[in-house]
C-alpha cells in the first residue's frame, strides 16, 4: 500500500482567507488504515521473537534500509520520504520521517528486519484506534453540483480538488498513478466514473465539494472556474475536461475549455474574472476543513468518511451496507 492515496494540507500554510471560514480539526494520519495491522504483526514480532537472534544493525544503517524501503516500494511516483529523526525507543529504533510536510513516527526492528508505520500501546487501551468509517458525520450538500435523486437513500459527497493527482486518478485521468495502483492491486478501478454511473440509475446521489489544497496553486481559480460552469448547467462537462487537462491550468486554459465545450464565454469569463465563485468555493473549504477533511479526495457516503483514492470496491461496500440499512 502507498504511503498516501491522496494529498494533504498543512494548517501553517494555509492562504488567510481559509482561516476565516473554519475550526482546524486535527489532522488524520493517513497511514492509520494499515497501522492496526502491522502493529498486530509487530506485537507477535516481540511476542514470540520471529526476528530470531540476528544481530542488530546501526540506527543509521536501519534508517537507511527503511528510506530506500519506504522510497523503492511504497511511496507514489513524485512523492519522497526523508528522514527527520532518529532515536531508541520501547527495544526499537524509531525514525521520525516527513513525507509532503507531514511528519509520521514509524519504527524498525534493531536487526533492520522489521518496520512498522505504527505500534499499540499495551498499556494504554484507548490508543488503539477505532474500526475506519464507525462513526458517522454530519456532512452538508450545500447547493452544490449533484447526479442523481435529491431523495436517494445514499448520498456521496466527495471533497476534491482539480489539480491534486490522487483525485485525478480516482476520476479516471491520472494514468501514471492508475498504471501504479493497477500494479499493486490488479482489481484497483477508479471510483468517480462508477459512482457516477449509480447516481444516473437513480440508486445514490454524487455530490462534488471543493476542496483546493493550498499546495496546488491553480486549484482555487479552477473550482471557481467549475462554479462559474454550473452557472450554465455545464458543470459535470467541465469537471471532466478539468481532470483531462490537470498539468494546464492556467486561467487562459480554464477560458479555453469553456470556449472547447461550447459554453457562453461571455458570461463565463465575467464570472471567472469577477472571482464571484471565490466565497462558495471558500465555504466548501470551510465545510470539509469542520468534518475532518484533511486531504483529496474524501468520500462521505452518508456520512461515513473514505478517504483518498482506493478503489470503486472499497465505496461500493460502504455503499452497499448503507442500501442495505
Known amino acids: 500500500m502507498p504511503i498516501a492515496y491522496y494529498h494533504v494540507w498543512r494548517e501553517n500554510d494555509m492562504k488567510p482567507e481559509h482561516t476565516e471560514h473554519h475550526a482546524h480539526k486535527p489532522k488524520q494520519n493517513i497511514w492509520m488504515p494499515i497501522a492496526i495491522i502491522l502493529g498486530v504483526l509487530l506485537l507477535i514480532s516481540l511476542l514470540f521473537n520471529f526476528s530470531g537472534a540476528s544481530a542488530s544493525v546501526s540506527i543509521a544503517q536501519a534508517s537507511d534500509k527503511a528510506l530506500k524501503a519506504i522510497n523503492d516500494n511504497l ?38 528486519a522489521l518496520f512498522f508505520p505504527n505500534v499499540v500501546d499495551l498499556d494504554e487501551a484507548s490508543s488503539i484506534p477505532p474500526p475506519a468509517q464507525a462513526v458517522p458525520v454530519d456532512v452538508s450538500a450545500d447547493d452544490d453540483p449533484s447526479i442523481g435523486p435529491a431523495d436517494a437513500k445514499v448520498t456521496v459527497i466527495e471533497f476534491s480538488d482539480f489539480q491534486c493527482p490522487f483525485c485525478g486518478a480516482a476520476s479516471g485521468t491520472h494514468e501514471a498513478l492508475i498504471r501504479q495502483f493497477n500494479q499493486q492491486d490488479p482489481t484497483w478501478t477508479a471510483a468517480v466514473p462508477e459512482l457516477k454511473k449509480l447516481a444516473q440509475e437513480g440508486k445514490i446521489r454524487l455530490v462534488f465539494r471543493d476542496f483546493p489544497l493550498n499546495i496546488h496553486p491553480d486549484a482555487p481559480k479552477a473550482a471557481e472556474a467549475a ?99
Open 75 to 112: 511511496a507514489p511516483q513524485g512523492i519522497t520520504a526523508t528522514l527527520k529523526d532518529k532515536s531508541e525507543e520501547h527495544g526499537l529504533y524509531k525514525l521520525m520521517l516527513n513525507v509532503q510536510g507531514q511528519d509520521f513516527d514509524t519504527y524498525v526492528s534493531k536487526d533492520g
Open 227 to 325: 462554479e462559474c460552469a454550473d452557472e450554465q448547467d455545464r458543470f459535470w462537462d467541465y469537471h471532466d475536461k478539468l481532470f483531462e487537462n490537470q498539468e494546464a491550468l492556467s486561467v487562459d486554459n480554464l477560458k479555453q475549455y469553456a470556449k472547447e465545450l461550447k459554453l457562453n464565454t461571455a458570461s463565463f469569463n465575467e464570472c471567472l474574472d469577477s472571482g464571484k465563485m471565490k466565497a462558495d468555493v471558500d465555504k466548501d473549504f470551510a465545510d470539509g476543513s469542520a468534518v475532518g477533511v484533511s486531504g483529496t479526495p474524501a468520500f462521505f457516503i452518508n456520512g461515513r468518511i473514505v478517504e483518498g483514492a482506493q478503489s470503486f470496491t472499497a465505496l461500493k461496500k460502504v455503499i452497499d451496507e448503507e442500501l442495505a440499512k
